[in-house]
Structure formats: structure tokens, C-alpha cells
């Protein structure tokens, strides 16, 4: 027995939301589009897990970041769903897709027929044991990934008020919890192989400015190791965490943000995966032509550069989403998908962008002093590429974001363009 679909998202995430409203706001009807998730909530704002929703005071808490407030839209509760006809099958996981057929079968046993799939399945986070850690089951080690570890989250800092917390990883889950955990009151210690933070991302400049912040909060950092293993009480809990150069750190609640892997494996041997992820054109259409891909799992053609990458942003996963809908229901009028790569995060009273590509010679300009307006130019073949701004207005946004999106050739040279900063984004 089963059911049959014109439109299957597989996977509820914020690309799953996003490509929903685009559907309805393209005129999909009553029974058509199907949304099958693992998760047992509706789509939801997946940012809002480590920053409103670990605060100590009115933590944000469904149904007020379901998709599309991130994008000022319509919040898309169940009701909503089932007010548009859309057939939202939660809590269920796709055991098996057969892409020759168009069928997912589900792991309550049903087969579910598409005529168009969407895969929109995201990410998981990597494990500790995928590194030769074992014990990262333990209650209070915690990942960070879906509403279930933000719950059991949440649950650990509460029990840990004046604790010592962990937190591997130096990427954003690291830097975002790690600001969560001390508005929260625990005492934190950040531990990652790297130089400094954000290394995929911020220079040694940009990082040891947010470092210096942290430190006054009584963030300590250990650089240049990874912990090996974990020492344990009767009970199973964590109680330490021993690193590599030797010391050990007391533990109450160890977080961890060590990167993802795309899931892509229902797809291994079925479609092309390039970079992790599953290879879409500059329609998000994979190499079977009735499969799309979008968000976290999709490896796209970044036109800007000329180059196939997988972003892991939450802006990427909705354009990408729009965009693969568009290409669907109106193929004829439905461009490339030309798309600028935009990051972005908040922690404590800070908030940054980040537009383009972080790569060639880098120029800091504005105010590293005081450290409230600042930012970076990178510089690739004497063209701008990639542009970073701490604490900027919404225009300083747009201003960057368009500069960056026309690929400029810088003219004047490096020293110049530090003083100019900003200016030089305006004038392009
Ligand atoms: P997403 O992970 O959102 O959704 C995938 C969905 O597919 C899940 O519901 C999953 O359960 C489901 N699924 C997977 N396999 C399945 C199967 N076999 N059967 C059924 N369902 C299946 N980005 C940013 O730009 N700014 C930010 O501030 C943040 N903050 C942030 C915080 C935290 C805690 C996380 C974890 C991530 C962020 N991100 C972010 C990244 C951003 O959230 C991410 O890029 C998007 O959620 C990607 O959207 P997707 O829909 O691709 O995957
Ligand atoms: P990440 O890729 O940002 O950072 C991973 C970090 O893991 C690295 O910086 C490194 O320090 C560390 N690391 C790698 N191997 C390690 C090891 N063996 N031991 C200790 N540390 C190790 O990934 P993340 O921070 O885990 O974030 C997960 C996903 O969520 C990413 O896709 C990220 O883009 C997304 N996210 C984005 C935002 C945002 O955009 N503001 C916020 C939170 C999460």
C-alpha cells in the first residue's frame, strides 16, 4: 500500500520550509506536495538552537521560530500546512529511496510515489568515536544538531548553574554555544586543534579580537589539541576530559561542534555526489532529472566563482530552496541560480556578515580598538572576493553584500583600500 505525491520533500529543515511557501505561493494544490521529516516538529528556524533558545530568561521555544520568521515571512505552523493542503508526514524516517522507480519507502512501511523529489535532508553532526573518542553517549556530552539535543541541551545547563563546561571545537557551534553557556553562568573552556577560532573563516586578526572578548567573560582557551578520552562516574556521566598535551579538565557538561557530514547516503550509488554532497546544476536539479537537491546536502555551481561548493548556511538553504521550486514549476522563466555566499552569526552583544569567498591577500580596516565596527576585505587576482563587517548598519550590509556580489577590481593598492574601508564598498 502506499501513496502517490506530483511533489516529495524529503527531509524538514529550513530548506523543506522555504520550498514550501514558494510552492504555495506558486499555486500548488490541495494534496499535492508531501513533506516527510525524522524530526517530530514542523520546519523551524534550526539557527535560533543555539542562541534565543539556551537563554536563561524566555528562551525561544516552537511555535515562535518556525519557518519563515528568519526571513521575516510567514510562520508556517501545522495549521498552516494543513490549511494549504500540504501533507506533513513527521517523526518518519526514509528508510530507502529508489530514484529509478520514484518511490521512498518509509520506516513505518509505507511506499510513497513522487513524480518530483526533493532531498532536503541536511546534515548530521560528526561523533567523537568517528574520531577514536568513545563515551560521547554519555548524558551530559552533548550535540548540537536538531530540537532533540537542543532540549537535552538546555536540560544539562540547567543542572550545571556555576559548572565547568567543555566545548570542543572551535567552529560555530563551539563559539555560539560556548557565549550561550556564560550568559548561562558556567565556567568555560574552549578546546580545538587550530590556531584560533573560526579558522575556515576569520584571520588570525578578526579571531584574537573575539578571543580577547570571551577571555573577559572567563572563556579560557586551549589551542592546539584535541581531547583524546573522557573519564567517567559510576553513574556513566562525564566527569573530565582528557586532552592530548596531557591535561585534564574537570567537566559538569562537555559540548560538542566538530563539523557535519552531508546525508547523502540513501543516494550513494543513485545520483552524483561531488564535495560531500549531492551534485545539482544551476537549477538544483541532480543528475536524475525528476531529483533536486537543496540546502546543507546540495553541491551547487557557485556562478560568482565558477566553482561546484556546499555551503552549510541557513541563507543557502532557502535560496536554494526557492530556486529549486522555481525550477520546477516554471522551468521556461527559471534562470541559473547565481547566488552570493553570505554567513553570518551572533554572539553576546556581537553580530557580524560575512559576503563572497574568504580567500587571497587579506586588508582589515575600521576600528580593532574598541572593537564595535570593523571588518575585512579578501583580495584574489586584484579583484574584492570576500567581505567580513562586525556591528554594521543594515545599509553597511547591503553595501558590502553588493559590492561584493559585482566582484570589483581593486585598483588601489593595498594600503589604500585599508584606509578607504567601508568607503571603497560604496563607491563600487
Ligand atoms: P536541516 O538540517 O535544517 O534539515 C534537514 C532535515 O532532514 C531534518 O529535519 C532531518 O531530520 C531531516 N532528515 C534527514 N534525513 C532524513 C531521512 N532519512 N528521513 C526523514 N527525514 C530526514 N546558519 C547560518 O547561516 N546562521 C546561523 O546562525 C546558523 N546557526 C545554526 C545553529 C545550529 C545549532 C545549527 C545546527 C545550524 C546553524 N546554521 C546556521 C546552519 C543552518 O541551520 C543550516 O545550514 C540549515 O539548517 C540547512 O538547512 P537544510 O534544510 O539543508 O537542513
Ligand atoms: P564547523 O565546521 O564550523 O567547526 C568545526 C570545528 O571543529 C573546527 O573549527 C575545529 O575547531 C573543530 N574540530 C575538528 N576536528 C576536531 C577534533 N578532532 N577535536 C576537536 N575539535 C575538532 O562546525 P560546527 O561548529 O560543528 O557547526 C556545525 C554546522 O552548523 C556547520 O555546518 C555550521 O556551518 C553550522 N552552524 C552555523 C552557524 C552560523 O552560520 N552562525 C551557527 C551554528 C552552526
New binding site residues.
Given amino acids: 500500500m502506499g501513496r502517490a505525491f506530483v511533489y516529495v520533500i524529503l527531509g524538514g529543515g529550513v530548506a523543506a520550509g522555504y520550498a514550501a511557501l514558494e510552492f504555495t505561493r506558486r499555486g500548488v494544490s490541495d494534496g499535492e506536495l508531501c513533506i516527510i521529516s525524522e524530526e517530530p516538529v514542523a520546519p523551524y528556524e ?2 535560533a ?2 542562541k534565543g533558545f539556551l537563554l536563561p530568561e524566555a528562551p525561544a521555544r516552537l511555535p515562535s521560530f518556525h519557518t519563515c520568521v528568519g526571513a521575516n515571512d510567514e510562520k508556517l505552523t501545522p495549521k498552516w500546512y494543513k490549511d494549504h493542503g500540504i501533507e506533513l508526514v513527521l517523526g518518519t524516517r526514509v528508510k530507502s529511496v529508489d530514484v529509478r522507480r520514484k518511490t521512498l519507502l518509509s520506516s513505518t512501511g509505507e511506499t510513497i510515489s513522487y513524480k518530483f523529489l526533493i532531498i532536503a535532508t541536511g ?1 548530521r ?2 561523533k ?1 568515536e568517528e ?1 577514536g ?1 568513545e563515551g560521547s553517549d554519555a548524558e551530559n556530552v552533548c550535540y ?2 536538531d530540537l532533540a539535543d537542543a532540549n537535552r541541551l538546555a536540560t544539562v545547563i540547567q543542572s550545571s548553574s556555576n559548572g565547568n563546561a567543555v566545548v ?9 554555544c560556548a557565549a550561550s553557556l556564560v550568559i548561562n553562568k558556567i565556567n568555560v573552556t574552549m ?4 590556531a584560533h ?4 573563516l576569520f584571520t588570525p586578526k578578526i579571531a584574537t579580537l573575539y578571543e580577547d572578548y570571551y577571555r573577559t567573560k572567563g572563556v579560557k582557551f586551549i589551542k592546539g589539541t ?2 583524546t578520552s573522557f573519564e567517567f562516574d559510576s553513574n556513566g556521566k562525564v566527569t573530565a576530559v582528557n586532552l592530548k598535551d596531557g591535561n585534564q579538565l574537570p567537566a559538569d557538561l562537555v559540548v ?5 557530514r552531508p546525508n547523502t547516503s540513501l543516494f550513494e550509488g543513485q545520483l552524483t555526489i561531488e564535495k560531500g554532497g549531492i551534485k545539482v546544476n544551476s537549477k538544483m536539479q541532480s543528475s536524475d532529472s525528476s531529483v533536486y537537491a537543496i540546502g ?1 546536502v546540495a553541491t551547487f555551481p557557485v556562478k560568482l566563482f565558477g566553482e561546484m561548493r556546499r555551503l ?3 541563507d543557502s538553504a532557502r535560496k536554494s530552496a526557492r530556486h529549486a521550486v522555481s525550477s520546477i514549476m516554471d522551468p521556461v522563466k527559471t534562470g541559473e541560480f547565481d547566488y552570493l555566499p553570505f ?4 554572539v553576546f552583544a556581537f553580530s557580524w556578515q560575512f559576503y563572497g569567498d574568504p580567500t587571497g591577500e587579506v586588508v582589515h580596516f575600521g576600528d580593532y580598538e574598541d572593537g564595535k565596527s570593523f571588518g575585512a576585505y579578501w583580495v584574489k587576482k586584484g579583484h574584492l572576493v570576500g567581505s567580513f563587517l562586525e556591528g554594521g548598519t543594515k545599509e553597511e550590509y547591503e553595501i558590502i553584500s553588493k559590492a561584493t556580489k559585482l566582484k570589483p577590481a581593486v585598483t588601489i593598492d593595498l594600503e589604500e583600500l585599508e584606509k578607504e574601508g567601508l568607503k571603497f564598498a560604496e563607491t563600487v
Fill in positions: 534550526r539557527p538552537l543555539s546534515a553532526a560528526l567523537l574520531f573518542v548540537l544538531r570542543i571545537g572551535g567552529g560555530y557551534i563551539g563559539m555560539e578546546v580545538f586543534p587550530e577560532c573560526m579558522a575556515r584535541v581531547l560538542v561542534g566538530i563539523g557535519i546543507d552549510e548556511h541557513v554567513f553570518y552569526s551572533r
